[in-house]
């Protein structure tokens, strides 16, 4: 299938999508499936294969693709809203953000070492926006984390849940994998960017005190940190997976 529901408008796509899964489950036969859509290939797909300009980046579960992004261009390709990327500094088991310090939790810091990674320089750091809570809701019990305070320019409510854009002052992160993501998406034809700013972006839950134009403190949690080579792209926290440059071209 080379994208079938291209055409088709966002709620008749929803439905048509769930006929597809439950005639394929029904069939029983292995099917190929093209799309540009990540949500497609996550809710449809038992294994996706993410390609970038004719070359396989990375196949796996969704699963799989999600926690454990093998390098920037997966890592921005799955997850919406899209993963937020910050510069950071690794100093042995922490990093360095412009949001403040964080304590890398044990199992970062054993991938860091198993993929032979130094435990020291500039690293690209990616955060999810649902592992971002308003500081207010979060349990007095949860371990490590870091708060901020962020000044919400647009709050956008789901019903159950809340997206909370904010700008943190930092340089922006520059790599070719985020560049053709941006392209790709037309975020780069997009006004409103600054050199010395990063829009982000937190998903926040319903009992969030959260206005638009007023300060907040929000908490992000480490056990979901991932970090990436700022010259290769490349995770540090993938060292059983083979670098891309290892994976056999496709034609396109």
């Known amino acids: 299938m080379d994208e079938p529901l291209s055409n088709l408008d966002a709620k008749l796509?929803?439905?048509?999508?769930?006929?597809i899964a439950r005639i394929q489950q029904q069939l029983k036969t292995t099917t190929i499936y093209v799309t540009h859509d990540q949500?497609?290939?996550?809710?449809?797909?038992?294994?996706?294969?993410?390609?970038?300009?004719?070359?396989?980046?990375?196949?796996?579960?969704?699963s799989e693709l999600y926690a454990h992004?093998?390098?920037?261009?997966?890592?921005?390709?799955?997850?919406?809203?899209?993963m937020n990327f910050l510069p950071?500094?690794?100093?042995?088991?922490?990093?360095?953000?412009?949001?403040?310090?964080l304590l890398l939790p044990e199992a970062l810091r054993r991938a860091v070492r198993a993929g032979g990674a130094v435990s020291r320089g500039d690293v690209i750091v990616g955060m999810r926006p649902e592992h971002f809570e308003d500081a207010a809701l979060v349990s007095p019990?949860?371990?490590?984390?870091?708060?901020?305070?962020?000044?919400?320019?647009?709050?956008?409510?789901?019903?159950?849940?809340?997206?909370?854009?904010?700008?943190?002052?930092?340089?922006?992160?520059?790599?070719?994998?985020?560049?053709?993501l941006a392209a790709e998406s037309g975020?780069?034809?997009?006004?409103?960017?600054?050199?010395?700013?990063v829009h982000m972006v937190a998903r926040l839950s319903d009992g969030?005190?959260?206005?638009?134009?007023?300060?907040?403190?929000?908490?992000?949690?480490?056990?979901?940190?991932q970090l990436f080579d700022p010259a290769t792209g490349h995770s540090l926290l993938s060292a059983d997976q083979p670098h891309p440059d290892t994976l056999v071209p496709v034609a396109a």
């Open 208 to 225: 969030t005190a959260a206005q638009k134009g007023q300060p907040l403190e929000l908490w992000f949690d480490p056990e979901h940190l």
């Open 13 to 19: 796509r929803v439905q048509t999508r769930t006929v």
């Open 187 to 197: 975020a780069t034809d997009l006004p409103g960017a600054d050199a010395r700013r």
């Open 69 to 82: 992004p093998i390098n920037l261009f997966v890592a921005g390709f799955i997850g919406s809203p899209a």
């Open 141 to 180: 019990q949860a371990h490590g984390g870091a708060t901020f305070t962020a000044n919400i320019d647009v709050l956008e409510s789901l019903g159950s849940e809340y997206y909370a854009y904010f700008d943190v002052e930092s340089d922006q992160v520059s790599a070719q994998e985020l560049k053709e």
């Open 39 to 62: 949500t497609e290939a996550m809710t449809l797909g038992d294994r996706i294969a993410v390609m970038r300009t004719g070359e396989l980046q990375q196949v796996g579960s969704p």
């Open 88 to 101: 950071g500094e690794l100093h042995g088991d922490r990093v360095h953000l412009p949001i403040g310090t």
